[in-house]
């Protein structure tokens, strides 16, 4: 289920091809300021998966049939996975300058 969403599209108004990643929330209580989720079950605990050329409508279906509450990430189609985008995105969620 869905708890949180990060829109990383630089053309939101596109909605029928994204590319979608899902991370447990709980990744989440890290940031500064942010709402503090209790942790999953390590049985269900969604660590990272991906979705790519979806509509955001079956991205966001995907995210809320997730097993444990997700944080849904949004990116244009060709985002998200080259180059580690995704992962040197949240890596600020490490940083101080957040």
């Known amino acids: 289920m869905i708890w949180n969403i990060v829109d990383r599209r630089t053309r939101r108004y596109r909605w029928k091809t ?6 447990a929330v709980e990744h ?3 940031c500064r300021d942010s709402d503090q989720a ?8 969604v660590d990272y998966d991906a979705l790519e050329a ?3 409508n ?3 279906a995907w995210a809320m049939d997730q097993p444990c509450p997700v944080t849904l990430y ?3 189609e ?3 996975f080259s180059d580690d985008e995704h ?4 890596g600020i969620r490490f940083d101080d300058k957040d």
């Open 74 to 76: 949004l990116y244009d």
């Open 54 to 56: 979806v509509s955001v």
């Open 38 to 45: 209790p942790l999953s079950d390590v049985m269900i605990v």
């Open 18 to 23: 994204v590319n979608a990643i899902v991370e």
């Open 58 to 60: 079956e991205a966001i």
């Open 87 to 90: 992962f040197n995105a949240v």
């Open 28 to 30: 989440d209580n890290s």
């Open 78 to 80: 060709g985002g998200g």
